[in-house]
């Protein structure tokens, strides 16, 4: 028996234009979580840009967001694991990315701070105009991101950098940074969270206080931030549009998310 479906959101559960889930996919959980199913939402985003996603399926139990740095009980509000990096071990690295062609995000309690001079770097041409709009309104400008983490726990920071040498180039120095867990799901970002955190953990961790094993667990993704997780879950799901990487950690592949890929996996076996 299927117990828990962890899903990831962009290019997975969300429509082509990161915003809507299809009639079908709510279908679909909505008969999964009736007859017993847990439904998870596991993203890259932080819990101030979940957007409508909650109101879209109300179904949704739990909330890992931050790549897995941290997860929320709906429908309590309680943080029922976290696992952050402090802000001196971020200073350096947040110096560094300063310098850098490159637009960030740090993710603190659940809000995204951006420095607005460095929004020329966002996005690119690779996400929907009006998905950037919403994404953007949703996000909190302040002057310097070093200050405004100071003393504070940080959950995720993200790194979008449209110039590939350029992304090259802070892909290797993360790379060899100590201490830290590098991820991407889209060819412009880099995420960086504590070594240790991802998905797949959040999700183990998530499991066993609930007392479910991974032979009761569904997951689907599409990216390099999802392959723990697809690792882990029996019943793990690549869409059709996902990477190679992400293809090669799940044990089976649906439809596209352009295609109902969710709702055909989970009618598939449940």
């Given at each position: 028996?299927?117990?828990?479906?962890?899903l990831?959101?962009?290019g997975?559960?969300?429509?082509?234009?990161?915003?809507?889930?299809?009639?079908?996919n709510?279908k679909a959980?909505?008969?999964?979580?009736?007859?017993g199913?847990?439904?998870?939402?596991?993203t890259?985003?932080t819990l101030a840009?979940?957007?409508?996603v909650?109101?879209?399926?109300?179904?949704i139990?739990y909330?890992?967001?931050?790549?897995?740095?941290?997860?929320?009980?709906?429908?309590?509000?309680?943080?029922?694991y976290?696992?952050f990096?402090?802000y001196?071990?971020?200073?350096?690295i947040l110096?560094r990315l300063?310098s850098?062609?490159a637009?960030?995000?740090?993710?603190?309690d659940?809000v995204?701070y951006?420095?607005?001079?460095?929004?020329?770097?966002?996005?690119?041409?690779?996400?929907?105009?009006?998905f950037?709009?919403?994404?953007t309104e949703?996000?909190?400008?302040?002057?310097?991101l070093?200050?405004?983490?100071?003393g504070?726990?940080?959950?995720?920071i993200?790194i979008?950098?449209?110039d590939?040498?350029?992304?090259?180039?802070?892909?290797?120095?993360l790379?060899?940074?100590?201490?830290?867990?590098?991820?991407?799901?889209l060819?412009?970002?880099m995420?960086?969270?504590?070594?240790?955190?991802?998905?797949?953990?959040?999700?183990?961790?998530?499991?066993k206080?609930?007392?479910?094993?991974?032979d009761?667990c569904?997951?689907?993704?599409?990216?390099g931030?999802?392959?723990e997780?697809?690792?882990?879950?029996k019943y793990?799901?690549?869409?059709?549009?996902?990477?190679?990487?992400?293809?090669?950690?799940a044990?089976y592949e649906?439809?596209?998310?352009?295609e109902?890929?969710?709702a055909?996996g989970?009618?598939r076996?449940?």
């Open positions: 028996m299927i117990k828990m479906i962890a990831d959101l962009d997975t559960l969300m429509y082509t234009d990161h915003m809507t889930v299809t009639e079908n709510r959980l909505r008969h999964a979580h009736e007859h199913a847990k439904i998870a939402i596991s890259g985003r840009i979940i957007g409508d909650c109101e879209q399926v109300p179904e139990d909330i890992m967001y931050s790549n897995g740095a941290g997860v929320q009980d709906r429908r309590t509000g309680e943080i029922i976290k696992n990096m402090s001196d071990f971020c200073r350096d110096e300063d850098l062609p637009f960030i995000e740090v993710y603190i659940g995204d951006v420095q607005p001079d460095k929004s020329k770097y966002f996005g690119g041409d690779i996400l929907p105009k009006e950037i709009e919403r994404l949703q996000m909190t400008p302040v002057d310097s070093l200050e405004t983490a100071r504070r726990e940080i959950e995720k993200t979008y950098i449209p590939k040498d350029e992304f090259n180039k802070a892909w290797n120095m790379k060899a940074t100590h201490g830290i867990q590098l991820a991407s799901s060819p412009i970002s995420e960086i969270t504590k070594a240790g955190v991802n998905k797949g953990a959040a999700l183990d961790g998530m499991c206080a609930l007392g479910i094993t991974a009761e569904m997951a689907f993704g599409d990216a931030n999802d392959c997780m697809l690792e882990y879950a793990s799901f690549a869409m059709a549009n996902g990477t190679q990487e992400c293809k090669q950690s044990k649906t439809k596209s998310n352009a109902d890929g969710v055909h989970i009618m076996y449940l």
